[in-house]
Nanobody, 123 residues
């Protein structure tokens, strides 16, 4: 089993910044991709951004709505991914979920989710 633990959410004023962290642990042989998704009330979960880990490590992809404001980075040694969020807007308010695609020691590839962390952008 693989566990993802997120931290760093909270309340911030428009224009402010927050940094989310997500640490993966458990039966991890290889992490292929880690990323962030979000779900606002009444809306479907959507991609925020992802980062490739390992062979093509560092390759990132972002949703158009956050490109230029949000930055994903990873620490391979710690199996951790970060989401630096700047110039936050009220429409960024959502529960943010960490996601990882992992091959475990039984050579099984799985898609794992964290429990989510609330980000609220409001004055």
């Amino acid at each position: 089993q693989v566990q993802l633990v997120e931290s760093g959410g909270g309340l911030v004023q428009p224009g402010g910044s927050l940094r989310l962290s997500c640490a993966a642990s458990g039966s991890i042989f290889r992490i292929h991709v880690m990323g962030w998704y979000r779900q606002a009330p009444g809306k479907e979960r959507e991609l925020v951004g992802v980062i490739a880990i390992g062979g093509i490590g560092g390759l990132t992809n972002y949703a158009d709505s956050v490109a230029g404001r949000f930055t994903i980075s990873g620490d391979n040694a710690k199996n951790t991914v970060y989401l630096e969020m700047n110039s936050l807007k009220p429409e960024d308010t959502a529960v943010y979920y960490c996601n990882a695609v992992v091959t475990d020691y039984s050579d099984t590839r799985g898609d794992y989710w964290g429990q989510g962390t609330q980000v609220t952008v409001s004055s």
